[in-house]
């Protein structure tokens, strides 16, 4: 998913050529002549030239039969390895006929000669040990496209095929492919050389080690911010969250197979296969490029080989691609070199649209909320326990409900069975064992339930009681800022009715104080008078005995009375000095109740404090225990429903009982007369075996028995026949005198008969007459009575 990224920059694929030198199968076969005429690397022109046909193309870059591999490295495959590290995807292919040194220049050997691919793992690794701000992820993989299917090169034997599949979000990903996880080049290389070895490849008369099919090495780097201790500490400190982000590109390193004319490599039999596989694949590949090419919005068949499928990204996609075109150096494979040379001049023209691939690091996101999680739940982590415990017990009982369902259907099963075959088969014990398995489940459920019941219940009386304790404590609280307030309230009131008496004494003594220095200006205004009287009196009367006697009383009088005011005074004095300790003891005493005060209201202030950290408490405590009484809720529901569903089993499991009891009661009525059927048959072959053997025996008694029995019948027929004959001759000798008996009596009958004839017609004249004779009788009757 891209969930964020630069804007994505059109970028051109890279081509690169690369020449081979020439090599003693070439110069045997060939010769020395080349069909290289011209290379400038440094503006990328290559001519080719056979006679007059001259052929000129421009590329990225050219490397002669002299570059060396690390050259190549660093110019085709570099700049796309530090992209990869960076974080986008990219692509390094070969391109070539076959034997021009595409699997040289990706693989290479040891050393020096090392190619693209190992190179490429070790500029990773090198960077990720210089790196100290970021971690990273490194897995590889390793396939081969060979005749059209995907093969891991790392694990040939996975039973899972390797599929080319698209995401929405993730673009194209490989299902099936194995990523091994890598910590150094050595284990790139490792897997490289194990995959390499996996590979198919043949003798052909271009190569001695022909590569026949594609292969793609990939390395996979997950990139995410490293952070310290201290700097997770500052983080923290500033309220800041440690970025989450992390890059995910892959770097795919492709050795194709080469082209070839199988005109010219004689290639024959399952080679020949091989080399049009490649062709077909090399041939999909070069339409792809020249669609893209086109940017016309063309279509680009992408699906017309598993190849191009696999390259989607790489060639018009998010991936920054280096192509390397290799040819030989050889005039004889002119023709080949330009075709080569023109599908790297088509693929200049095509264009990607790399972007960083900056994902959420939904794992270490998901670490922190769930450490956070943790912390927040650390008071409910039993709880959570519990409910984990629960939640695996409850899929337990499931899985276990599921297994007696699966027991049940096939249970079911032998039951249609038995119905089908109709068998006889002696299932009580079976039976029996499945209930006492069933009751033995229903009452371990039963048990299982009554027990998680009995616990939520304690919980919840657990979580009431702390509740209430809690309500109690608040009430208790609330009781004591209560009376705090009201003694606070009566000190004060009682501090303001000690002022205002205090403030009606001082009026009170102001007052008494200004009334006696009224009376004793009176009294010094009277005595001033007096004395003024006094004096006058003297001087007019000239002082006599009495008037000095009068003077002297008054003066004693004065003395007295001034004595006395000043006792008052004293006493005023004295009495003001009680006020004034009073009122100093008052006021010490409304500065302690001031500070009671203050230390009242502070400790209101904590009160309050707690109280509404309480109030806070208990709302998370009921929030809590309303979440455990809905979480206890949902699990008595689920208990319910589970039991529900297990009574409808049970039910069920009866219903299925109950029909396999009939169908036993069917099937032993059905037993029982098939025993009677097969009991009567017995009998009855019994019988008839017996009857047959009787008649057999019969028959042999008779067969034995008819022999004498003719005898004897032929015996006694020859003497009845002789006694027939004389009876016979007696019976015709009766017979004669009984037919003459019987004339005599037929004529004697026939006599009677007359006779009787005559008896019946006089009978008759006899009965005429008697009748006309009682008629006239009758009528002589009735003449007499009427007379
Ligand atoms: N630049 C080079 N320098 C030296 N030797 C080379 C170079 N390129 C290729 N070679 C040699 O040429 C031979 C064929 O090369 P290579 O196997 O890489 O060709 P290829 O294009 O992969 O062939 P194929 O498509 O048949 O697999 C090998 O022996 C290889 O070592």
């Given at each position: 998913?891209?969930?964020?990224?630069?804007?994505?920059?059109?970028?051109?694929?890279?081509?690169?050529?690369?020449?081979?030198?020439?090599?003693?199968?070439?110069?045997?076969?060939?010769?020395?002549?080349?069909?290289?005429?011209?290379?400038?690397?440094?503006?990328?022109?290559?001519?080719?030239?056979?006679?007059?046909?001259?052929?000129?193309?421009?590329?990225?870059?050219?490397?002669?039969?002299?570059?060396?591999?690390?050259?190549?490295?660093?110019?085709?495959?570099?700049?796309?390895?530090?992209?990869?590290?960076?974080?986008y995807n990219g692509t390094?292919?070969?391109?070539?006929?076959?034997?021009?040194?595409?699997?040289?220049?990706?693989?290479?050997?040891?050393?020096?000669?090392?190619?693209?691919?190992?190179?490429?793992?070790?500029?990773?690794?090198?960077?990720?040990?210089?790196?100290?701000?970021?971690?990273?992820?490194?897995?590889?993989?390793?396939?081969?496209?060979?005749?059209?299917?995907?093969?891991?090169?790392?694990?040939?034997?996975?039973?899972?095929?390797?599929?080319i599949?698209e995401d929405?979000?993730e673009g194209l990903y490989l299902?099936?492919?194995?990523?091994?996880?890598?910590?150094?080049?050595?284990?790139?290389?490792?897997?490289?050389?194990?995959?390499?070895?996996?590979?198919?490849?043949?003798?052909?008369?271009?190569?001695?080690?022909?590569?026949?099919?594609?292969?793609?090495?990939m390395?996979?780097?997950?990139?995410?911010?490293?952070?310290?201790?201290?700097?997770?500490?500052?983080?923290?400190?500033?309220?800041?969250?440690?970025?989450?982000?992390?890059?995910?590109s892959t770097l795919y390193?492709v050795?194709?197979?080469?082209?070839?004319?199988?005109?010219?490599?004689?290639?024959?039999?399952?080679?020949?296969?091989?080399?049009?596989?490649?062709?077909?694949?090399?041939?999909?590949?070069?339409?792809c490029?020249?669609?893209?090419?086109?940017?016309?919005?063309?279509?680009v068949?992408f699906?017309?080989?598993?190849?191009t499928r696999l390259l989607e990204d790489s060639l018009g996609g998010n991936s920054k691609t280096?192509?390397?075109?290799?040819?030989?150096?050889?005039?004889?494979?002119?023709?080949?070199?330009?075709?080569?040379?023109?599908?790297?001049?088509?693929?200049?023209?095509v264009?990607n649209r790399p972007e960083?691939n900056?994902?959420?690091?939904?794992?270490?996101?998901?670490?922190?909320?769930?450490?956070?999680?943790?912390?927040?739940?650390?008071?409910?982590?039993?709880?959570?326990?519990?409910?984990?415990?629960?939640?695996?017990?409850?899929?337990?009982?499931?899985?276990?409900?599921?297994?007696?369902?699966?027991?049940?259907?096939?249970?079911?099963?032998?039951?249609?069975?038995?119905?089908?075959?109709?068998?006889?088969?002696?299932?009580?014990?079976?039976?029996?064992?499945?209930?006492?398995?069933?009751?033995?489940?229903?009452?371990?459920?039963?048990?299982?339930?009554?027990?998680?019941?009995?616990?939520?219940?304690?919980?919840?009386?657990?979580?009431?009681?702390?509740?209430?304790?809690?309500?109690?404590?608040?009430?208790?609280?609330?009781?004591?800022?209560?009376?705090?307030?009201?003694?606070?309230?009566?000190?004060?009131?009682?501090?303001?009715?000690?002022?205002?008496?205090?403030?009606?004494?001082?009026?009170?003594?102001?007052?008494?104080?200004?009334?006696?220095?009224?009376?004793?200006?009176?009294?010094?205004?009277?005595?001033?008078?007096?004395?003024?009287?006094?004096?006058?009196?003297?001087?007019?009367?000239?002082?006599?005995?009495?008037?000095?006697?009068?003077?002297?009383?008054?003066?004693?009088?004065?003395?007295?009375?001034?004595?006395?005011?000043?006792?008052?005074?004293?006493?005023?004095?004295?009495?003001?000095?009680?006020?004034?300790?009073?009122?100093?003891?008052?006021?010490?005493?409304?500065?302690?109740?001031?500070?009671?005060?203050?230390?009242?209201?502070?400790?209101?202030?904590?009160?309050?404090?707690?109280?509404?950290?309480?109030?806070?408490?208990?709302?998370?405590?009921?929030?809590?225990?309303?979440?455990?009484?809905?979480?206890?809720?949902?699990?008595?529901?689920?208990?319910?429903?589970?039991?529900?569903?297990?009574?409808?089993?049970?039910?069920?499991?009866?219903?299925?009982?109950?029909?396999?009891?009939?169908?036993?009661?069917?099937?032993?009525?059905?037993?029982?007369?098939?025993?009677?059927?097969?009991?009567?048959?017995?009998?009855?072959?019994?019988?008839?075996?017996?009857?047959?053997?009787?008649?057999?025996?019969?028959?042999?008694?008779?067969?034995?028995?008819?022999?004498?029995?003719?005898?004897?019948?032929?015996?006694?027929?020859?003497?009845?026949?002789?006694?027939?004959?004389?009876?016979?001759?007696?019976?015709?000798?009766?017979?004669?005198?009984?037919?003459?008996?019987?004339?005599?009596?037929?004529?004697?009958?026939?006599?009677?008969?007359?006779?009787?004839?005559?008896?019946?017609?006089?009978?008759?004249?006899?009965?005429?007459?008697?009748?006309?004779?009682?008629?006239?009788?009758?009528?002589?009757?009735?003449?007499?009575?009427?007379?």
């Open positions: 998913m891209q969930e964020e990224g630069k804007k994505a920059k059109v970028e051109r694929v890279m081509v690169h050529v690369r020449i081979r030198p020439f090599n003693d199968e070439d110069i045997s076969r060939y010769g020395r002549e080349t069909s290289v005429e011209f290379t400038d690397d440094s503006r990328g022109t290559l001519i080719l030239r056979k006679e007059y046909d001259k052929k000129s193309f421009n590329f990225d870059s050219v490397f002669d039969a002299t570059s060396r591999q690390d050259d190549v490295f660093n110019r085709v495959a570099e700049p796309v390895v530090s992209s990869v590290i960076e974080g390094i292919f070969s391109y070539g006929q076959t034997g021009t040194g595409k699997t040289f220049t990706m693989i290479g050997s040891s050393g020096e000669l090392q190619g693209i691919i190992p190179r490429s793992a070790q500029q990773i690794f090198e960077y990720i040990q210089s790196c100290h701000t970021h971690g990273f992820t490194i897995t590889v993989g390793f396939l081969q496209i060979y005749m059209e299917m995907l093969q891991d090169l790392i694990n040939p034997n996975a039973d899972k095929p390797i599929r599949r929405p979000e299902s099936g492919i194995t990523w091994t996880p890598v910590s150094s080049v050595r284990d790139c290389m490792e897997l490289m050389n194990q995959g390499d070895k996996n590979r198919n490849t043949a003798f052909t008369s271009m190569n001695s080690h022909s590569s026949r099919s594609h292969a793609v090495y390395i996979k780097i997950e990139k995410r911010v490293k952070y310290s201790g201290e700097q997770l500490e500052e983080l923290e400190k500033r309220g800041e969250k440690p970025d989450q982000s992390m890059t995910k390193l050795d194709l197979a080469g082209s070839e004319r199988v005109s010219k490599s004689k290639a024959a039999g399952s080679r020949l296969d091989e080399a049009k596989n490649i062709n077909l694949a090399l041939l999909a590949l070069g339409n490029i020249q669609a893209l090419a086109d940017k016309k919005g063309k279509y068949p699906r017309d080989s598993k190849l280096s192509l390397v075109v290799t040819i030989g150096p050889s005039l004889a494979h002119f023709q080949e070199s330009v075709s080569s040379l023109q599908f790297g001049s088509r693929a200049m023209k264009e960083l900056i994902k959420v690091d939904y794992k270490a996101l998901c670490a922190q909320l769930q450490a956070e999680l943790d912390r927040i739940n650390d008071g409910n982590s039993m709880w959570i326990i519990e409910k984990a415990q629960l939640t695996e017990r409850i899929n337990k009982l499931v899985s276990e409900l599921e297994c007696a369902n699966d027991d049940k259907a096939e249970l079911a099963i032998t039951i249609e069975e038995l119905k089908a075959k109709g068998k006889d088969i002696n299932i009580s014990a079976f039976e029996q064992l499945h209930k006492e398995e069933i009751s033995k489940l229903k009452a371990y459920y039963t048990e299982e339930i009554r027990k998680k019941e009995t616990d939520h219940k304690k919980q919840l009386d657990d979580y009431d009681k702390i509740v209430s304790e809690l309500e109690v404590n608040n009430q208790h609280l609330k009781m004591q800022i209560l009376d705090y307030e009201n003694k606070n309230t009566n000190a004060k009131h009682e501090l303001k009715k000690a002022r205002e008496q205090l403030e009606q004494e001082r009026n009170d003594r102001q007052i008494r104080i200004s009334q006696m220095n009224a009376e004793i200006e009176d009294l010094q205004r009277a005595l001033t008078a007096e004395k003024a009287k006094n004096e006058k009196e003297m001087l007019v009367c000239n002082l006599d005995e009495k008037s000095i006697e009068t003077y002297s009383k008054y003066e004693q009088m004065i003395r007295k009375d001034e004595e006395n005011f000043r006792r008052t005074i004293e006493e005023y004095e004295t009495e003001n000095n009680i006020v004034r300790g009073n009122l100093a003891a008052l006021s010490i005493e409304r500065d302690k109740l001031i500070a009671e005060k203050t230390s009242l209201l502070n400790k209101l202030g904590t009160l309050t404090k707690k109280a509404s950290h309480i109030a806070k408490e208990s709302v998370r405590i009921r929030g809590e225990t309303e979440n455990h009484s809905q979480e206890f809720k949902i699990l008595k529901d689920n208990n319910t429903y589970l039991q529900n569903r297990y009574n409808d089993l049970l039910a069920k499991y009866d219903e299925v009982i109950e029909e396999k009891d009939s169908l036993l009661n069917n099937i032993k009525i059905l037993s029982k007369i098939h025993q009677e059927f097969i009991n009567n048959e017995k009998t009855k072959t019994a019988q008839l075996k017996f009857i047959t053997e009787e008649v057999y025996m019969t028959m042999k008694n008779m067969q034995r028995m008819s022999i004498r029995f003719q005898e004897k019948l032929l015996y006694f027929l020859t003497q009845k026949a002789q006694h027939i004959t004389g009876v016979k001759k007696d019976v015709i000798k009766s017979l004669g005198s009984l037919k003459e008996k019987m004339n005599i009596m037929q004529e004697n009958m026939m006599k009677s008969n007359d006779m009787c004839e005559t008896y019946r017609l006089s009978y008759e004249e006899l009965k005429k007459e008697l009748d006309e004779t009682k008629k006239r009788l009758k009528k002589h009757e009735d003449a007499c009575k009427k007379n």
